[in-house]
């Protein structure tokens, strides 16, 4: 807040922190707000000192930075370029690297000219990639050995064009900061601990009323009796010293606590009156009833079996071990092989850890494990570890970075590029006003000094769209009801970009900071959208659509009339209902949905420049889309915050249609017949959907909506997600 108070943040623009060039980049908080720091600056890092010690110089980073400009410190870069061990987690640690082989390739003009760049913040920012060492492999290796196992298979190299979740580090991690759950172990200490201290007090208590719980009056049990009771009364202070994790016992009202409590008055020599005498006879004869005489072959069933519960293993105390097993591997990558790390617990871990042998990885464990998978995308898709569209988006950079990196002639430059590319999508977004860009990968310094060491042939291009292609089908194949996530579209833009013809590609704008405005890739999408939808297609009749107008628009702006854009921005305003003056969040939020439905939000570009088409055909997508509105749209009656739900819902409503509008003739007629019987599987839905499902219907039957998107007098509706008013699709609690 200080800082955009006296300038030295600017928000919305592309350099928010006025010291730092956009190259450099900056710490970002939720919402895109710049902090006006920099990721890659603060502290030094250990890498950092440990470096600064073999070089000899001083602890500091423009010490550092001037050692790796002599012979020495290029040496030590070579090497690392060489060996490939190295982790660039921000871009900036790939700089001096590139700086090393720019020297080594003979370009000592481009190494000066990035030195030069590069020095004003070689003091404040970490240039320096953390180097990773890869004996670690033979310690696994080793130590499967001493375990009787075979060698360790996530030593493997992963398969080209395999990704994974996480890395065995972040894996490794998550296991070993697990702590014991208090409930679970509240959980132990009941069965193992006061379970059977109940079972001494009753048994006690048995000795002196009978099964029938009766305590006659005047009755003075005996010393001994006495003198053992108060035996256990002494040990339940010292046990509720020593296990306080659960309650029940210590509740005066329940059956443990009326036993307790009418001993310590017969301990103390005082005798019972009618009402406790009464109390201690229904405790007596309910716990009884409940479990059976201790003893008895029924109690000790129950007792064997809660007890074989309480001696199992903690989770917490299975995940420190395959933790532990997976330290010794290298951190860095993903795991070929999954299994030798899940396997029951071994006799020499049981030696070493105190485990049972043959004790079971939990599964809360072996998903943390799963994750580090390192497998075909569409294996991990088909298996379930990645389980949405926004976690197939997280994984996508690893694919992208590999293509992008491939244009690179040289191996060790190919890995540098690949690994900045990585390491740059993880970078965040700033808030950006007035269609401002974001920051590239092709802006960075290091990056524009090797560009002219790749090849753009057209068999990298080809390729990069085989990859586009096999990641946008994956995405609708697999979870066709959402939205192509923001980070999936910017990386299948950025696989696009030198394939012809063009193919934009468009993000889903944020409502809250919408201007009015639209790019020139959402008319260029519109376009491809009436080359596809264009004619009479159910898509186009639905929505009201004249592709055959807004292609022409699409035309226009193709061959550089600006007007034609201010023009698409002013339809979506009035097919929204909304004029183009400063609008709500939600008066924004329903121009953009009509930007998303002329343009179908990238499928009709996916499909007619891209060529995906999903393995299980259209109708299928079409089917999934369905199943995907009837769950969010019975999440938004039930659930406390239904806005999303139903914005959701009319998405993947959206998405249905578009995916209808391609399938067969035979093939539509099917799935439309199939939609009411689907909704009426479940009848909540299908009151709620009556409405869209007969607007469908009216349509298909050739009819069209009126103007607010009604028709047959109100009855069948037209369903959109965002609205100024109360949602027709939304239950109103007051009524």
């Not at 001083?58 to 490939?84: M, Q």
């Not at 256990?232 to 036993?259: C, F, M, Q, V, W």
């Not at 009749?541 to 035309?555: E, N, P």
């Not at 139903?646 to 199939?674: G, I, P």
Request: hydrophobic fraction near 45%; proline fraction near 7%.
């Amino acid at each position: 807040m200080a800082g955009m108070a006296s300038g030295t943040l600017r928000v919305g623009s592309r350099t928010p922190v006025a010291e730092l060039p956009a190259w450099v980049t900056p710490d970002v908080l939720h919402g895109g707000f710049a902090t006006g720091s920099a990721r890659a600056g603060g502290p030094l890092r250990e890498f950092e000192r440990e470096a600064a010690h073999h070089a000899g110089v001083p602890a500091e980073r423009a010490a550092i930075f001037a050692y790796h400009l002599t012979e020495p410190g290029l040496a030590d870069l070579w090497e690392l370029l060489d060996s490939g061990r190295y982790e660039v987690s921000l871009p900036e640690e790939a700089a001096l690297l590139t700086v090393a082989w720019l020297v080594r390739a003979g370009e000592t003009d481009a190494a000066v000219e990035l030195v030069e760049v590069l020095r004003p913040f070689a003091d404040r920012l970490r240039f320096l990639p953390r180097p990773t060492d890869h004996r670690s492999a033979r310690r696994a290796a080793r130590r499967d050995a001493e375990d009787g196992g075979e060698p360790s298979a996530g030593l493997a190299r992963p398969e080209a064009g395999a990704v994974h979740r996480s890395t065995v580090e972040q894996a490794r991690a998550a296991l070993a900061a697990r702590g014991p759950k208090r409930a679970v172990e509240a959980q132990r200490e009941a069965l193992s601990v006061w379970r059977p201290y109940a079972d001494e007090l009753l048994a006690h208590w048995l000795e002196f009323t009978g099964p029938e719980g009766a305590v006659r009056p005047g009755a003075v049990p005996e010393e001994a009796w006495r003198a053992r009771g108060r035996a256990l009364l002494d040990r339940y202070e010292r046990l509720l010293a020593a296990h306080p994790l659960t309650g029940r016992h210590r509740k005066p009202g329940s059956n443990e606590g009326i036993l307790r409590g009418a001993l310590a008055e017969l301990v103390s020599g005082r005798e019972l009156d009618a009402r406790r005498a009464g109390l201690v006879r229904v405790a007596v004869t309910g716990m009884v009833r409940k479990r059976g005489l201790p003893g008895s072959g029924r109690h000790a069933a129950l007792r064997d079996g809660q007890a074989a519960q309480a001696a199992l293993p903690a989770h917490h105390a299975v995940a420190h071990l395959v933790a532990e097993r997976l330290a010794h591997l290298p951190q860095e990558s993903g795991l070929v092989d999954v299994a030798p790390f899940v396997v029951p617990v071994t006799p020499a871990e049981q030696g070493r850890t105190g485990l049972p042998e043959g004790v079971e990885v939990p599964p809360s464990v072996r998903r943390v494990v799963d994750g580090t998978l390192s497998a075909p995308l569409g294996t991990l898709v088909a298996s379930g570890i990645v389980p949405s569209a926004e976690a197939m988006a997280e994984l996508v950079p690893q694919l992208v970075a590999a293509e992008r990196a491939a244009v690179y002639r040289d191996p060790a430059l190919r890995v540098l590029m690949a690994a900045n590319y990585r390491a740059f999508r993880n970078r965040r977004s700033v808030l950006l006003l007035h269609l401002a860009r974001q920051v590239a990968p092709e802006e960075l310094p290091w990056v524009r000094a090797v560009r002219g060491h790749a090849d753009g042939d057209a068999t990298t291009r080809g390729s990069a769209v085989a990859a586009a292609r096999t990641l946008a089908e994956t995405a609708v194949e697999h979870f066709p009801g959402p939205l192509l996530p923001n980070p999936l579209v910017r990386e299948l833009g950025a696989l696009l970009v030198p394939s012809e013809p063009a193919a934009p590609l468009t993000e889903e704008l944020a409502a809250d900071i919408f201007m009015g405005r639209f790019s020139g890739k959402f008319l260029a999408s519109a376009g491809i959208a009436a080359e596809l939808l264009g004619g009479g297609s159910l898509y186009e009749r639905y929505y009201g659509i004249d592709y055959l107008a807004l292609g022409a628009l699409a035309a226009r702006a193709h061959q550089g009339d600006r007007e034609a854009l201010a023009a698409f921005a002013r339809l979506c305003h009035a097919r929204a209902g909304r004029t183009a003056d400063h609008d709500s969040v939600a008066g924004n939020g329903m121009v953009i949905e009509q930007a998303q439905i002329l343009t179908t939000h990238n499928l009709a570009t996916l499909v007619r420049r891209v060529g995906i088409a999903p393995e299980r055909g259209w109708a299928e997508a079409a089917r999934r889309c369905f199943r995907t509105v009837c769950r969010l749209t019975e999440r938004a009656w039930r659930g406390p915050y239904p806005l999303a739900a139903l914005k959701d819902a009319a998405y993947a409503w959206r998405q249905m249609l578009f995916h209808l509008s391609l399938c067969e003739e035979s093939e539509r007629a099917e799935v439309l017949a199939w939609l009411p019987a689907e909704a009426a599987r479940r009848p909540l839905v299908a009151s709620r959907l009556a409405p869209a499902l007969l607007g469908l219907r009216h349509v298909t039957e050739g009819g069209l909506f009126d103007a607010d998107g009604t028709a047959r007098s109100g009855r069948a509706r037209r369903l959109t997600g965002w609205s100024v008013t109360e949602h027709w699709l939304r239950p109103d609690p007051w009524k």
